[in-house]
């Protein structure tokens, strides 16, 4: 397994809500709001704990958005990394398991 | 023995809760209190109150937290446990009406999120048989558009407004639970014509917010106590739907009584010329939220 390989997997301590094709998030702990544009939402709803980021990536944003693939991995790790902070998507360099409330 | 307990029935958005004390002085004070929201109807819930004599505190942080099926509520002044299965639940506090309406809110909003309702940090008021609902941070103008409503308009409140779905869309209610105008709304609904958040400036407008800015200034204002992930799951769906069903805009406001021509006029043309209470379809997030 290479080294840089990031699994990703939505917390259980959240809410979240498809809306006019943009993903509303909230952290049930400390009420933070968050609004995922497409590409995102794309990214958010792709983590599943098993599919390691860089293939989320290839599949589910280079192949369905007119991006640069290192741009789009580099914007992708940056956002996981962001969203990861705030509680709303656990990081690993293992596959996680799903989180059960 | 213990002493025989005395009840007051308080009807709030359509919701009567027995409240049960031994007290007195506190049973007066709860009908005082309540004096326009008293019900003869069944009660659907029931509340007893053990009155304490021993000064507290309320300026601690609310805390609401899950003990096994039960709702712990508590406050420096004041500890209660609901059972919402039963529909039960006991309150120990002093005879003090701030933490008696503060366990109201709270009981109130644990049972319309299970309703599909809220209750909503914003001044409501009924205009031509529609009510519309004024939010915003504080200071931005609850209470001062409430002051320059015309006689004709009906105060729901200046403070915390109460909605619940309906048919075709969402009603809000009168509630007790007053602001900076010291005085209770009226004790009566009717469906939700607009929500404006509000903000004061040089001239009166109404401007369109998207979907997501308009969720994100809802949830910012619906009163939830509980760090619980089902219940903040719950008010957010209930939140998309208010949305898909209720027009919501940001009022600019000059503090004058010119701005309710201008809650009037949108009403009248948002009437003419759109249905906004056939719900719009907004997918769901699968196997997640």
């Known amino acids: 397994m290479p080294e840089d390989c990031i ?29 995922l544009n497409e590409v995102a939402t794309a990214i958010f709803q792709a983590a599943d704990g098993h599919t390691p980021l860089r ?23 940056q956002f996981v990394t962001e969203l990861s902070s705030h509680g709303i998507l656990l990081v690993s360099h293992q596959p996680l398991a799903p989180e059960t409330p | ?21 031994s007290d007195d002085g506190f049973l007066a004070l709860l009908r005082q209190r309540y004096h326009g929201f008293l019900s003869s109807s069944p009660p659907e819930f029931e509340l007893a109150f053990d009155v304490s004599s021993t000064p ?28 919402p299965r039963i529909g039960r639940g006991r309150v120990r506090q002093t005879a003090n009406p701030y933490s008696l309406d503060s366990v109201l809110r709270i009981l109130h909003s644990l049972i319309l999120a299970e309703r599909g309702g809220f209750l909503l940090h914003s001044a409501s008021a009924i205009c031509d048989g529609r009510s519309y609902l004024f939010s915003g941070i504080s200071g931005a103008g609850k209470t001062t558009i409430t002051r ?41 609904t009717a469906p939700v014509a607009a929500l404006f958040f509000l903000e004061q ?3 009166n407008r109404v401007d369109e917010l998207s979907s997501s800015e308009a969720v994100r200034r809802l949830m910012r204002n619906i009163l939830f106590f509980a760090e619980d992930n089902g219940l903040v799951e719950k008010l957010l ?28 006029s949108f009403g009248r043309s948002f009437e003419r010329n759109f249905d906004r209470n056939s719900a719009r379809d907004f997918q769901e997030v699968p196997e997640h939220a």
Not at chain 1, 56 to 74: H, T
Not at chain 2, 14 to 21: D, F, H, M, Q
Not at chain 2, 58 to 77: A, E, L, P, Y
């Open chain 2, 201 to 203: 400036g040089p001239e």
């Open chain 2, 237 to 264: 769906a209930t939140a998309c739907d208010f949305v898909a069903r209720v027009p919501i805009r940001r009022l600019t406001f000059y503090p004058d009584g010119r701005v309710w021509d201008l809650v009037h």
């Open chain 2, 148 to 188: 320059l409503a015309p006689a004709d308009v009906t105060l729901l409140t200046d403070e915390i407004s109460y909605l619940r779905p309906s048919a075709g869309g969402y009603a809000a209610f009168g509630t007790p639970f007053a602001g900076e105008l010291a005085r209770p709304g009226e004790n009566c």
């Open chain 2, 56 to 83: 507290s505190v309320s300026d601690d942080d609310i805390r609401v937290s899950r003990d096994g099926n039960d709702w712990i509520m508590k406050r420096g002044d004041f500890h209660a446990r609901w059972d």
């Open chain 1, 7 to 35: 699994y990703i997997a939505r917390s259980s301590a959240i809410a979240a809500r498809a809306l006019a094709g943009e993903m509303m998030v909230m952290n049930s702990a400390d009420s933070t709001f968050f609004t």
């Open chain 1, 55 to 77: 293939e989320i990536v290839r599949d589910r944003v280079c192949g369905q958005f007119d991006v640069d693939p290192e741009q789009a991995q580099a914007d992708a790790e």
């Open chain 2, 1 to 21: 023995m213990a002493a025989p307990q005395k009840v007051a029935c308080v009807e709030i958005g359509g919701i009567p809760i027995a409240l049960s004390t």
